[in-house]
């Protein structure tokens, strides 16, 4: 063996070892080699390939070379070799000795650079080649160098046995290309050998596999296992969400992930599903994994009913109070619930209870049971309505509106209906104004302050027909007998209610007369004294009493056309 392969094994073998001190891995490992093989031989690597010459000297490290020449001959492509192979490798390893990795180094040169490289390096089991290819796309150099391939702890993606490396048929194959086809190539091989890492413990074993693990959300989940080995093995959990398996870190749910015991506090009903299993190693091959397990959460169930709530109308269904939770909630986890009326207006309801729980998921974590509750009150809203006072001129024949002031207002889109009446009468006085039919519906409760409408005279002292009264007689109308020819006849029309042609004296019951005593009766004074008593005076000022287009008493209509015939008749007789 040259000098320089002794340093580099040993530097290997050196940094090996400062590894495990400085990180105290209790790994108990060896190695048997590098071995060199008892025989070699070729096979064909595709239909581009040339055969290697002297193939036996692939097998020794003794200065002497396998070679291949990889011209191009006019194809103007990639030229292969063929595969060349060293098998049987003499290795004899303690008994129960586990394989814990495998180096190839092989020394090579090639007579020009950047021509050659690697396209196929694989182990060999039982003459077969299998695992993965670990060619190097390095360019080989002009100078001698030795290239290695896999290591302490690099199965070459399969599994290993004392027997499989121990095996006659156990051994390495090796494929080249020149890619520059233009040049005239030899690749020369001096040696390919194999080194065996291997420990005399013993590799993990699961002893304890994990159980399925049915939770309620908020409940705390554990998986253990546990395996046997030596040294003994490290252990780290994995999971499974559908996409396959990946290593877990605490953090979020997770704690105690590298033990033999996984935590999961308050997993999402979400986490529903996932496998869990543990992987244990200790640098013997091969790792054991425990069988999976399957985590299931279900929803955390809660009552949340409404309570009982009142209020003053104010047009909505908002409810103050505060529904209560039945079961309660999960640490961190936030109430979002509300209650309504099941109406705006004013009565009993069913009080309506909504919403979710705040736990990061939209409240899918709980399964929630929604109770309303009979009842709720809303009582109607009270205001005052206040009459404001109205006057008219005694004679005048419409009233003016009865309007009111309001306090509090209404609620926005509210509005009142019906009307302020006021108590009936045309005579000179004061009459209540009642609420009459104004509403404003079942939602309000109305305190009504009762206005007066006030009847007055023209002017004080007025002892001549008022007005109202003389505009119900007609004009009389008087004709002079003509004068001698050369006079016309004339004719003169007098106003109604002049003084002194037909004087009527009607006095409001309750009212100071004008001039002297107030008879029990209201009294019609006619021309010549003749005095005739209507019908009894009016009480509360109106009634039947007065015409009722004029507001004046129907029963009055009676004597008032007997006064208008008397009247004219008298008249005539004057003349």
Not at 158 to 169: I, Q
Not at 366 to 372: A, K
Not at 434 to 447: K, M, R, V
Not at 527 to 551: E, F, K, Q, R, V
Request: net charge negative; charged share 15%.
């Amino acid at each position: 063996m040259k000098s320089r392969g002794v340093w580099k094994y040993l530097a290997a073998f050196m940094a090996i070892m400062l590894a495990g001190v400085l990180f105290a891995v209790p790994v108990v490992a060896a190695s048997s080699g590098p071995n060199y093989a008892d025989n070699s031989g070729q096979v064909s690597y595709n239909s581009y390939d040339r055969s290697w010459s002297d193939v036996d000297y692939a097998r020794i490290d003794g200065g002497l070379y396998a070679y291949v020449n990889l011209e191009d001959t006019g194809s103007n492509h990639d030229i292969y070799s063929d595969r060349l192979q060293c098998w049987d490798y003499d290795f004899n390893l303690p008994s129960g000795a586990v394989i814990t990795g495998i180096e190839v180094a092989i020394e090579h040169y090639a007579e020009t650079d950047n021509d050659i490289t690697d396209v196929e390096v694989m182990l060999m089991k039982d003459g077969v080649r299998v695992g993965s290819n670990k060619a190097n796309p390095s360019h080989w150099d002009n100078n001698l160098e030795t290239f290695t391939y896999g290591g302490d702890g690099d199965w070459w993606g399969t599994t290993w046995s004392e027997a499989d490396v121990e095996d006659h048929d156990f051994g390495v194959s090796l494929a080249i290309v020149n890619d520059d086809p233009s040049d005239w190539i030899w690749a020369r091989v001096d040696y390919m050998s194999i080194k065996v890492y291997y420990s005399t413990g013993t590799a993990p074993a699961v002893t304890t596999h994990p159980s399925d693990q049915p939770i309620t959300y908020g409940d705390v989940a554990t998986f253990s296992a546990a395996a046997s080995g030596s040294p003994a093995p490290t252990v780290k959990w994995q999971v499974d969400t559908g996409s396959g398996w990946t290593d877990i870190a605490n953090g979020g749910v997770y704690s105690d992930a590298t033990t033999g015991t996984l935590t999961l506090t308050k997993a999402p009903v979400s986490y529903s599903g996932y496998l869990y299993r543990a992987v244990f190693t200790n640098g013997i091959a091969p790792d054991a994994n425990s069988n999976s397990a399957l985590l299931t959460v279900a929803q955390k169930p809660i009552t949340v009913t409404a309570v009982y709530d009142s209020k003053i109308y104010d047009g909505t269904t908002a409810s103050a109070g505060v529904p209560t939770i039945t079961g309660g909630l999960v640490a961190g986890d936030t109430a979002g619930f509300s209650q309504v009326f099941d109406g705006s207006d004013a009565g009993s309801w069913w009080m309506i209870v909504s919403g979710t729980v705040n736990d990061g998921a939209g409240g899918a974590n709980y399964d929630v049971d929604f109770e309303d509750y009979w009842y709720g009150y809303i009582s109607p809203k009270p205001i005052t309505v206040t009459a404001i006072n109205q006057t008219k001129m005694y004679g005048t024949i419409f009233d003016p509106p009865l309007t009111f002031n309001v306090s509090p207002a209404l609620i926005a889109g509210d509005g009142f209906s019906g009307s302020l009446v006021r108590v009936p009468g045309e005579w000179v006085g004061t009459y209540p104004i009642t609420q009459g039919t104004l509403t404003a519906g079942s939602n309000y409760d109305i305190t009504y302050v009762a206005g007066n409408f006030t009847i007055y005279t023209q002017s004080a002292g007025q002892t001549q027909i008022p007005a109202g009264v003389a505009t119900l007689l007609p004009p009389v109308t008087t004709t002079t007998p003509p004068a001698p020819p050369t006079v016309p006849a004339t004719t003169t029309t007098t106003p109604p209610g002049t003084p002194g042609t037909t004087v009527i004296n009607m006095t409001n019951p309750g009212s100071a007369p004008t001039t002297g005593p107030v008879p029990p009766q209201q009294y019609v004074t006619l021309p010549g004294g003749t005095s005739l008593p209507p019908t009894s005076p009016p009480s509360g000022g109106g009634g039947d009493n007065m015409p009722a287009l004029y507001g004046i008493g129907g029963g009055s209509l009676i004597a008032l056309g007997l006064i208008l015939f008397l009247g004219l008749r008298r008249r005539k007789e004057d003349r």
